[in-house]
């Protein structure tokens, strides 16, 4: 009994060691912006103040670091998308060790000013990190010797104003996800090979047909930036994935539809976030949404699984939520925070943040971090009543998503990777 006892409380240790050092995708190992508690990190920071290092990034990009062991790994793209790049920056010194061009594309896709040529976030686990720019490129890395295990440059989607979905993995598969003008679906690939697994076309209706029977191309009724979430629903894991104009849920292995949940809107960047059997899910434009949804049943949930809805100017419809102990955290776009009861979506409180915002909030226990794209990063506590604890400024400003490790932060702002420690 105390062997088995010692050994679970190494194990425990360990995997308290390891959630508090990497950051292996976008949002975290929790996938909902949670910080493992044993991390303390600053609540104070600026140009002159709790800054350990700075490293320039070249490039135009919007995708957030990820972290695991010593490497941050980050994408890149020029000005004009015609070089896409994979980079690693050492952890502790800043050094950029790895600047890779991957991808170079004669002919690249439009892409709106505000979203950039490489905005999905790359994905890490030990000895590999998997890169990915929509469908102009996916690319395996070994992060032992850099060399470049298998690429696939080969889907067809017309991203229309950019691709934004970020990859992930489960189990054996490495999961994308292709909302484009011209087609609408999910991919699986074999994380080891790169060969495709399964393949599930969006089964959307968009009914809009032009004075001659003919689909329209409205690139933006058609699109979504979402990226996915693996959630457990009566011992069976689902795979949830938001798009235009509905939200899925498919089984992870095989990519076959379980249910559907319909909505009016399109282009919903928010990541869903679940607990205590509710799903929160951001429908997109047009009028911003937000949806507490039961995550069972088959086939169209739409009428019987909803149980709640709110819409209006403080619901986000890109910086993704948080949930914490029954209640939900909200930034919207125009920087307004609302704290809504999770169980009723009855507002709590609304404060202004001031400023625009496009990044995924964090929280480290009782603090919630939210970074604006004009540099400013915020920072207040959880619970029923707003207090404001702190605000700081980096320049250029932030459209990816920070990065937390062991006590530090890691924030990529439009020009620099900065990391920030306490005291």
């Not at 980050?74 to 800043?94: H, I, P, Y």
């Not at 069976?236 to 076959?256: C, F, M, Q, V």
Request: positive net charge.
């Amino acid at each position: 009994m105390k062997i088995a006892s010692i050994s679970s409380i190494i194990l425990a240790s360990a995997y308290l060691l390891n959630a508090a050092e990497n950051w292996p995708n976008y949002r975290g190992p929790s996938k909902d912006g949670t910080v493992n508690p044993t991390s303390k990190l600053p609540t104070e920071w600026g140009e002159d103040k709790n800054v350990k290092w700075k490293t320039e990034i070249h490039g135009r990009a919007w995708s957030s670091p990820v972290i695991w062991g010593d490497q941050i790994w980050l994408t890149t793209a020029s000005k004009d998308g015609k070089k896409l790049t994979g980079m690693c920056v050492d952890k502790n010194s800043g050094k950029l060790i790895y600047d890779q061009l991957l991808f170079t594309i004669k002919e690249p896709q439009y892409a709106h000013k505000f979203n950039s040529y490489a905005s999905p976030s790359p994905v890490l686990e030990s000895g590999r990190a998997y890169l990915h720019w929509g469908s102009p490129g996916t690319a395996c890395i070994d992060t032992k010797t850099f060399k470049t295990l298998w690429t696939r440059p080969d889907f067809v989607c017309d991203h229309f104003r950019g691709s934004g979905s970020s990859p992930f993995i489960y189990n054996d598969l490495l999961v994308l996800t292709m909302d484009g003008a011209d087609a609408q679906y999910l991919v699986a690939l074999d994380k080891d090979t790169g060969k495709t697994i399964w393949r599930t076309d969006r089964s959307t209706d968009f009914k809009d047909l032009d004075a001659n029977g003919n689909p329209k191309r409205d690139g933006d009724e058609r699109k979504c930036y979402s990226t996915p979430i693996i959630v457990n629903v009566d011992g069976r894991d689902l795979l949830i994935s938001p798009g235009a104009k509905a939200a899925w849920a498919y089984e992870p292995l095989t990519g076959k539809p379980v249910w559907q949940f319909r909505y009016k809107n399109h282009s919903s960047a928010s990541r869903p976030v679940f607990n205590n059997g509710l799903l929160y899910i951001n429908s997109g434009y047009s009028v911003a949404e937000l949806f507490a949804v039961k995550p069972s049943g088959t086939g169209d949930i739409t009428d019987k699984n909803k149980v709640w809805g709110v819409s209006g100017s403080n619901i986000p419809k890109k910086p993704s939520p948080i949930l914490h102990e029954g209640l939900l955290y909200l930034c919207s776009d125009s920087g307004i925070a609302t704290c809504l009861d999770a169980a009723t979506g009855k507002e709590i409180w609304k404060a202004r943040l001031g400023g625009n915002y496009s990044a995924a909030l964090i929280r480290h226990k009782n603090h919630i971090y939210a970074f604006s794209e004009d540099g400013r990063g915020v920072v207040f506590t959880t619970g029923r009543e707003f207090k404001l604890i702190s605000e700081n400024k980096l320049p250029d400003g932030f459209m990816a998503s920070p990065a937390v490790s062991g006590n530090s932060l890691y924030l990529r702002t439009r020009t620099h990777l900065y990391r920030v420690d306490a005291g």
